[in-house]
């Protein structure tokens, strides 16, 4: 099978993954990490046990969220045509880990315009890997959806000390036009990257040829630099910055007017400590800063009154893992810390000149969280085909509001602390919790053909600061946060069984998540508001891919997902979906038609989702690439083959101010794009 070597980041990652997964018996193989690659770099499965070590995209995708459309298994809620939010095995938000060159961070709005993956510049990771569920205790509380990882590897610089790429793309139909670049320079201590992109984009038309609010303006630069400061220290720096400005939703009753994130973090690996093999120290700083409201953008309310909601995210943290390898096992211990402070307000703005004339709400009225931890995870090869995993880690947890008590709204009675009193009859401000977490995980490989993966967790998951804290009384209208909520504590039971043998391969998983204290947003009266029920998710996910011939391969995925708890149904859970691809290769170029399909969604909740079942939808997409030179690929395809009108279940509803109806956010309608990309 050829691999096309175009010296394009992602690429890179395609070896390393195979490298990674082909023994899952050593080292991080338990994760069963899934790794996204360009179709453009598909490699051969490097033989053995290996789950289906890469999932190529076939599309250009300009939101890392929307990107991980492409896993089976996940999904990703659409407002506009940014802020794709990640759902994996029907859970998002807090359930999910997002970590960006070891930083995590936290979005600023609360209507989640911006999920942490927005302000991920998706071009320049190298690297991009999903883990399913919870499988490893190191990367961090939470996450018992599952953990995003992205990360910048060292580059493979040339002859000459240098690397770089240029890219440049269109899509109709939005007439979305994006360029980026990305050099690095260096020898081989030591080395300088950066990178940069810009897309603007206008609206996008549906399958019926309704304008879909969709627009936005986003640039991203970055700087990684790392060096040799010994033979066995390593040093590395990075900072990013996002942009976004005027970004239209069809899904929010807002537009942003902006949303500015900055990231920095360090990384410190010294090998050799000692009885320790490798000792890394992580430290991050990010920030983000956002305004919305209902006028700059683009008028959205008749009233002469304007609504406005600026808003600010901070979060710093850092971990320290050291890492002792033997024959036989892999120890990684360490320490970790979280802390993110938000703040949002409404406000409204008479005139709608931007002058703010009365604070409405506090809706974050200066949330505080922190989480330190502690953990201990090891990879133990107990024969030849069989490794164990054992990972514990205990977690304190602290949260705290310091505005509630502070005066809001007409007369200053919207006092935050008096919203939670008035629907929670509490008057706490602050909490604080320990949480334990255990990871039991065990892969056998059962003959040359076959393995399989068992892994059985617990997870805590605390409550985020909308959750918790959030005070909204708005127009007779209530969003209140529940300050006595008891943090998420997920079971959860994962089998997976893998085949790989000559022109076949396939993995099967199994999995079920029983949750204690869920927290479920639900409605009464007037008010939004949060409690704790108990829950059960379970599903199923298949992924096959077959070379029929040297140059043929057929690939299918196929997720299912179900939710329900004391209450009925689960918020944002995808119906039966499946995608089938067709691949032709040739030796300079290659073609390919994707089939996704979803079923009709008739389990919802009508508090979260909007209020009916979804139609179920079958679109087709076109994909190629041609290798005009060694240094010059042009990618190209259309999506929605045959210009359907539909929308993922997931995708969000609004109530748009001249449309009473609740509305599911539509994908476009059929558009073709381009995208040239140019390396040296
Ligand atoms: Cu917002």
């Given at each position: 099978?050829?691999?096309?070597?175009?010296?394009?980041?992602?690429?890179?990652?395609?070896?390393?993954?195979?490298?990674?997964?082909?023994?899952?018996?050593?080292?991080?193989?338990?994760?069963?990490?899934?790794?996204?690659?360009?179709?453009?770099?598909?490699?051969?499965?490097?033989?053995?046990?290996?789950?289906?070590?890469?999932?190529?995209?076939?599309?250009?995708?300009?939101?890392?969220g929307e990107l991980l459309r492409s896993v089976t298994g996940m999904t990703a809620l659409r407002?506009?045509?940014?802020?794709f939010d990640p759902i994996i095995r029907g859970q998002s938000?807090?359930?999910?880990?997002?970590?960006?060159?070891?930083?995590?961070?936290?979005?600023?709005?609360?209507?989640?315009?911006?999920?942490?993956?927005?302000?991920?510049?998706?071009?320049?990771?190298?690297?991009?890997?999903?883990?399913?569920?919870?499988?490893?205790?190191?990367?961090?509380?939470?996450?018992?959806g599952g953990?995003?990882?992205?990360?910048?590897?060292?580059?493979?610089?040339?002859?000459?000390?240098?690397?770089?790429?240029?890219?440049?793309?269109?899509?109709?139909?939005?007439?979305?036009?994006?360029?980026?670049?990305?050099?690095?320079?260096?020898?081989?201590?030591?080395?300088?990257?950066?990178?940069?992109?810009?897309?603007?984009?206008?609206?996008?038309?549906?399958?019926?040829?309704?304008?879909?609010?969709?627009?936005?303006?986003?640039?991203?630069?970055?700087?990684?630099?790392?060096?040799?400061?010994?033979?066995?220290?390593?040093?590395?720096?990075?900072?990013?910055?996002?942009?976004?400005?005027?970004?239209?939703?069809?899904?929010?009753?807002?537009?942003?007017?902006?949303?500015?994130?900055?990231?920095?973090?360090?990384?410190?690996?010294?090998?050799?400590?000692?009885?320790?093999?490798?000792?890394?120290?992580?430290?991050?700083?990010?920030?983000?800063?956002?305004?919305?409201?209902?006028?700059?953008?683009?008028?959205?309310?008749?009233?002469?009154?304007?609504?406005?909601?600026?808003?600010?995210?901070?979060?710093?943290?850092?971990?320290?893992?050291?890492?002792?390898?033997?024959?036989?096992?892999?120890?990684?211990?360490?320490?970790?810390?979280?802390?993110?402070?938000?703040?949002?307000?409404?406000?409204?703005?008479?005139?709608?000149?931007?002058?703010?004339?009365?604070?409405?709400?506090?809706?974050?009225?200066?949330?505080?969280?922190?989480?330190?931890?502690?953990?201990?995870?090891?990879?133990?090869?107990?024969?030849?085909?069989?490794?164990?995993?054992?990972?514990?880690?205990?977690?304190?947890?602290?949260?705290?509001?310091?505005?509630?008590?502070?005066?809001?709204?007409?007369?200053?009675?919207?006092?935050?602390?008096?919203?939670?009193?008035?629907?929670?009859?509490?008057?706490?401000?602050?909490?604080?919790?320990?949480?334990?977490?255990?990871?039991?995980?065990?892969?056998?490989?059962?003959?040359?053909?076959?393995?399989?993966?068992?892994?059985?967790?617990?997870?805590?998951?605390?409550?985020?600061?909308?959750?918790?804290?959030?005070?909204?009384?708005?127009?007779?209208?209530?969003?209140?946060?529940?300050?006595?909520?008891?943090?998420?504590?997920?079971?959860?039971?994962?089998?997976?069984?893998?085949?790989?043998?000559?022109?076949?391969?396939?993995?099967?998983?199994?999995?079920?998540?029983?949750?204690?204290?869920?927290?479920?947003?639900?409605?009464?009266?007037?008010?939004?508001?949060?409690?704790?029920?108990?829950?059960?998710?379970?599903?199923?996910?298949?992924?096959?891919?077959?070379?029929?011939?040297?140059?043929?391969?057929?690939?299918?995925g196929?997720a299912y997902t179900?939710?329900?708890?004391?209450?009925?149904?689960?918020?944002q859970i995808a119906p039966l979906e499946?995608r089938?691809?067709?691949?032709?290769?040739?030796?300079?170029?290659?073609?390919?038609?994707?089939?996704v399909?979803a079923?009709?969604q008739?389990?919802?909740?009508?508090?979260?989702?909007?209020?009916?079942?979804?139609?179920?939808?079958?679109?087709?997409?076109?994909?190629?690439?041609?290798?005009?030179?060694?240094?010059?690929?042009?990618?190209?395809?259309?999506?929605?083959?045959?210009?359907?009108?539909?929308a993922y279940h997931v995708n969000?509803?609004?109530?748009?101010?001249?449309?009473?109806?609740?509305?599911?956010?539509?994908e476009?309608?059929?558009?073709?794009?381009?995208?040239?990309?140019?390396?040296?």
């Open positions: 099978m050829p691999l096309d070597r175009t010296p394009h980041a992602l690429a890179t990652a395609v070896f390393l993954a195979s490298a990674a997964l082909v023994a899952p018996a050593q080292g991080q193989g338990h994760d069963l990490a899934i790794e996204l690659v360009e179709v453009t770099a598909r490699a051969e499965p490097a033989g053995g046990n290996t789950l289906l070590s890469e999932t190529p995209i076939t599309r250009p995708t300009h939101d890392a407002r506009g045509g940014r802020g938000q807090s359930n999910l880990n997002v970590i960006a060159n070891g930083a995590y961070s936290y979005g600023a709005c609360p209507g989640r315009m911006d999920p942490p993956s927005t302000y991920v510049g998706v071009d320049s990771f190298d690297s991009v890997s999903v883990i399913k569920g919870h499988r490893s205790v190191i990367y961090g509380a939470g996450g018992s953990t995003l990882i992205f990360e910048h590897l060292r580059p493979e610089l040339g002859a000459n000390g240098m690397t770089g790429s240029f890219t440049t793309g269109y899509t109709g139909n939005s007439d979305l036009s994006s360029v980026g670049g990305d050099f690095a320079v260096g020898n081989e201590k030591g080395y300088v990257r950066v990178f940069g992109a810009i897309r603007e984009s206008d609206n996008y038309e549906d399958g019926n040829g309704d304008r879909v609010a969709s627009a936005f303006e986003s640039t991203s630069a970055g700087l990684v630099a790392g060096i040799d400061l010994q033979p066995n220290t390593y040093l590395e720096i990075s900072h990013e910055q996002a942009s976004e400005d005027d970004v239209w939703y069809a899904g929010n009753g807002m537009d942003a007017v902006f949303a500015d994130s900055a990231s920095t973090s360090a990384k410190w690996v010294q090998r050799s400590v000692g009885a320790i093999d490798t000792l890394e120290l992580t430290a991050y700083l990010s920030d983000v800063d956002h305004l919305m409201d209902n006028y700059s953008v683009r008028n959205r309310s008749m009233m002469p009154n304007g609504a406005a909601a600026p808003s600010t995210s901070t979060t710093w943290g850092g971990r320290l893992l050291a890492t002792i390898t033997t024959e036989q096992a892999e120890l990684r211990s360490g320490i970790d810390y979280r802390a993110n402070d938000r703040s949002a307000d409404l406000y409204m703005d008479m005139g709608k000149d931007g002058s703010y004339d009365m604070l409405v709400a506090r809706m974050w009225p200066a949330a505080e969280q922190r989480q330190a931890g502690l953990f201990a995870e090891m990879d133990y090869r107990s024969s030849p085909d069989d490794t164990l995993r054992v990972g514990l880690r205990l977690d304190q947890f602290d949260s705290q509001v310091r505005e509630a008590t502070l005066s809001a709204g007409m007369m200053g009675s919207a006092t935050p602390i008096r919203l939670y009193e008035q629907f929670y009859n509490t008057t706490e401000t602050r909490s604080d919790d320990y949480g334990l977490s255990a990871v039991l995980g065990w892969d056998r490989r059962l003959d040359p053909a076959h393995s399989v993966s068992v892994n059985l967790s617990r997870s805590v998951r605390t409550p985020d600061s909308s959750e918790q804290w959030i005070a909204r009384s708005a127009n007779g209208a209530f969003w209140v946060g529940n300050p006595t909520l008891n943090a998420e504590i997920h079971q959860q039971l994962d089998l997976t069984l893998m085949h790989e043998s000559g022109r076949l391969s396939w993995n099967a998983s199994v999995f079920v998540d029983e949750v204690n204290d869920y927290i479920e947003r639900y409605a009464e009266g007037s008010a939004d508001l949060y409690r704790n029920i108990d829950a059960t998710l379970f599903g199923s996910e298949l992924d096959a891919a077959l070379q029929i011939s040297e140059r043929w391969r057929a690939r299918v196929i179900r939710g329900h708890g004391d209450n009925g149904d689960l918020a499946t089938l691809n067709l691949d032709y290769q040739h030796a300079d170029w290659a073609l390919g038609l994707e089939w399909t079923q009709r008739n389990h919802f909740d009508p508090a979260v989702d909007v209020d009916a079942a979804t139609p179920g939808f079958g679109v087709l997409h076109l994909y190629g690439h041609w290798n005009l030179t060694g240094q010059l690929l042009l990618e190209a395809g259309v999506e929605n083959l045959f210009d359907k009108a539909y969000a509803g609004n109530l748009d101010p001249f449309n009473p109806e609740a509305v599911r956010v539509n476009p309608g059929r558009q073709g794009w381009v995208k040239l990309r140019y390396a040296f």
